[in-house]
């Protein structure tokens, strides 16, 4: 399965993107909105396998999706589709050096549309409510705000949370 957009070409995540989801993770670390995601290591020992994971359970089925985002041959991001009781939930992760051009938007629009033709309507996602480029992203794409919940992935210097309000969006297509 490939789905083309005018930009992008979104694939099945394989085994070899790792080093390109290892270059995302990286890039966005130091970033202020990375205390709103959990913490991914980056040494390839523990990158590797686990996108190799990726690509054997999208090969396995519909339970759980995971898409390399690219732009000519670059992997520039990618999508995870996972099954939850009444649909499926979406992630979604671009390199910072491509935030702000539309590329998620418009992977993610490509991708909701093929899967909605496959027979999947309800999706649902979550992010920060203080992570407006993602809150955007998800109202642009039709999710609404069905709620909210305290999440925590980081400890202070004292080791208490730091615990932010996250949204928890819904997308339920005709």
């Known amino acids: 399965m490939q789905i083309l957009t005018d930009r992008l070409l979104i694939r ?19 970033l202020p909105m990375a205390q709103y995601d959990k913490p991914f290591d980056t040494r390839p020992e523990s990158v590797q396998p686990r996108i190799a994971r990726w690509a054997e359970y999208t090969a396995l089925g519909t339970a759980h999706m995971f898409f390399a985002v690219c732009l000519h041959d670059a992997v520039i991001g990618y999508i995870s589709c996972n099954q939850r009781d009444d649909g499926h939930e979406i992630g979604y992760s671009f390199h910072p050096a491509y935030h ?22 309800r999706f649902s996602a979550g ?26 992935f ?11 309000e996250g949204g928890i969006y819904e997308l339920v297509l005709e």
Request: hydrophobic fraction near 45%.
């Open 12 to 30: 099945p995540i394989e085994a070899a993107d790792w080093p390109a989801v290892r270059d995302i993770w990286a890039a966005l670390a130091p």
């Open 100 to 121: 702000g051009k539309g590329y998620a938007k418009e992977a993610l629009s490509a991708l909701l549309s093929h899967l909605q033709a496959r027979g999947f309507t």
């Open 127 to 152: 992010t920060a409510l203080n992570n407006t480029p993602s809150v955007r992203l998800l109202t642009a794409l039709g999710f609404q705000l069905v709620g909210t919940e305290q999440v925590s």
């Open 154 to 164: 980081y400890k202070d210097a004292q080791g208490r949370d730091i615990v932010f």
